[in-house]
């Protein structure tokens, strides 16, 4: 099945963190289309790094055997896209931020995250927000490795925000004490991104 427009908005479903499960103007899509800005980078796992810079007490860089000895988690949640798709039901399996921020120190004034991608893509996001709401690394979606075309070896996956908050490809996390716009915030998409107030653009 194709592209369909919900016949249950309205209705009183609720996800998992306790909103509509169809936000306003979503339209649910079994396929998972793919939206990416130039290039799709081309990262092996024996390549891959994660580094975190900026307000840390200390420059780390995970290699991938190193980030997979982290726990590892799976989630089962919905994926918005801000150009009006949402996927359903699938199964995220990766590295929560908050398991990630428990074995680093970020300085007391760290206050904004920017994620860093191979190919130059960049997305802000608030700290506090990047604990509370299950952000995750993801490698592995219903059981299997992560798509290239979608980000593979890792993403970044906003269960809460639209998904470009999320940045496929994902290299590295800059630690901030001001916020600064990532790549689509300075192209004229919303700093907040709230699916359910459809915060699409400033
Ligand atoms: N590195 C990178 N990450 C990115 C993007 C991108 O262009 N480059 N696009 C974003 C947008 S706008 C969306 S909707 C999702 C799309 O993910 P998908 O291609 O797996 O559907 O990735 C986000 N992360
Ligand atoms: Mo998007």
């Known amino acids: 099945m194709g592209i ?3 016949k249950v908005t309205g209705s009183s479903e609720l ?3 306790g909103k509509p499960k169809f936000p306003p103007g979503q339209y649910t899509t079994e396929k998972f289309p793919v939206l990416t ?3 799709t ?3 092996s796992t024996a390549d891959w790094r994660l580094k975190l ?3 840390v007490e200390e420059i780390v860089t995970f290699s991938w055997d190193e980030f997979l000895k982290l726990p590892q988690r799976k989630l089962t949640a919905d994926f918005h896209c801000v150009t009006t798709w949402s996927r359903y039901g699938d199964e995220w399996e990766g590295v929560m931020f908050s398991d990630l921020m428990g074995t680093i120190r970020a300085k007391p004034d ?3 995250v920017m994620q860093h991608a191979y190919g130059g893509y960049t997305t802000n996001l608030p700290l506090e927000w990047m604990l509370n709401e299950e952000v995750m690394f993801v490698h592995t979606v219903n059981g299997k490795p992560l798509e290239r ?4 070896p890792m993403r970044v996956f906003t269960p809460r925000r639209y998904a470009w908050k999320g940045a496929k490809w994902v290299n590295g996390l800059e630690f901030m004490k001001d916020d600064r716009p990532g790549f ?3 192209n004229g998409y919303s700093n907040t991104a709230d699916p359910w107030k459809e915060e699409r653009t400033w």
């Open 4 to 6: 369909f427009r919900s």
């Open 15 to 17: 996800n998992y963190f």
């Open 149 to 152: 075309e979608h980000g593979g």
């Open 53 to 55: 810079w900026g307000l």
């Open 110 to 112: 760290a206050r904004y």
């Open 41 to 43: 980078p081309k990262i």
């Open 37 to 39: 800005y130039g290039v």
């Open 184 to 186: 689509w915030e300075q």
